[in-house]
């Protein structure tokens, strides 16, 4: 009928897209092929070279060595996390503040003149740091999170002469690693719940009659009691953060020792082949470039 207006449906709360933060994204290509040290390695040389030359045509040529093995890799966008908003207010401030900092070069507006050099340092900054996240979640992404302790294990063999725990420290890295996805379930389910529950601090707006005199003593115990509920509620989620990842600490322990200990966690996997030699030469070939073009 004329006139009559049909309510629109109203949609609810965006989702968050699933964190795929150290997660495997299953595949057959030739990146998740290799063996798991041989990636360590390249994201080791990275790091290092990156490091000593963070200029930015070696950021661009190690930011596209990422993406080809991505590329070969054919890991979907999906998994790629949707920052949220504060993320590039906070870029947005740094980036105002970087700009206010000054420093040469300048560029000449008129009678004003600005200074882009803190600016560039702080950009260049901040893709130093994408591209090194980049890396580590490729690597992430194509292997197998059991694969992690074998190889740390493996590399480490010759530090067992000097009496070094390899293996324990081999197994510590993969538990950290596996334990980083669990952790962010968790904290997910924790906040949720909260939410669910009624604010403990409830209180009636109604001023009492007794409170008219407004004395200094008064007000400071106001501004107390208002400290205390807003402190009261991070200090729940700490202690409940913390009681859960105990918990899930002792969960940990009660099944390495079941299946048989530290040497049983690690376990063995097959080494590197024909494959991880190429790939490695690859990474190593475009580091040792980028020095000689930077030092030579």
């Known amino acids: 009928m004329r006139g009559l207006r049909v309510p629109t449906r109203r949609r609810g709360p965006r989702q968050p897209r699933n964190l795929y933060v150290f997660r495997f994204v299953p595949g ?43 590329r070969v890799a054919k890991v979907p966008r999906t998994v790629i996390p949707r920052l949220p908003a504060w993320f590039w207010v906070s870029l947005l401030i740094g980036s105002l503040l970087a700009l206010a900092a000054g420093r040469s070069p300048t560029l000449a507006l008129g009678s004003f003149h600005v200074g882009l050099g803190s600016l560039a340092t702080f950009l260049r900054a901040v893709a130093f740091g994408i591209v090194l996240l980049g890396s580590s979640a490729v690597v992430a992404w194509t292997t197998p999170l059991a694969d992690l302790a074998p190889a740390v294990s493996r590399m480490g063999a010759p530090l067992r002469k000097l009496r070094v725990p390899i293996d324990e420290l081999a197994l510590t890295i993969a538990l950290c690693v596996r334990c980083l996805p669990l952790l962010i379930d968790e904290m997910r389910t924790l906040l949720a719940a909260r939410r669910l529950r009624p604010p403990r601090h409830a209180h009636s707006t109604k001023e009492d009659p007794s409170a008219a005199d407004d004395t200094p003593t008064r007000r400071a115990s106001k501004v107390r009691l208002r400290a205390q509920r807003v402190l009261a509620e991070p200090a729940d989620l700490l202690t409940s953060a913390l009681a859960m990842s105990m918990r899930r600490a002792g969960e940990l322990g009660e099944a390495i020792t079941a299946r048989g200990g530290v040497s049983a966690g690690v376990g063995t996997r097959v080494g590197p082949r024909g494959r991880d030699v190429l790939a490695g030469s690859t990474v190593a070939a475009v580091c040792v470039a980028v020095l000689v073009l930077h030092f030579g």
């Open 28 to 70: 057959t290509s030739p990146v998740h092929r290799l063996w798991a040290g041989t990636k360590l390695l390249c994201v080791l040389g990275i790091v290092i070279t990156l490091t000593l030359v963070p200029s930015w045509p070696s950021i661009v040529l190690f930011a596209l060595l990422a993406l080809v093995a991505a």
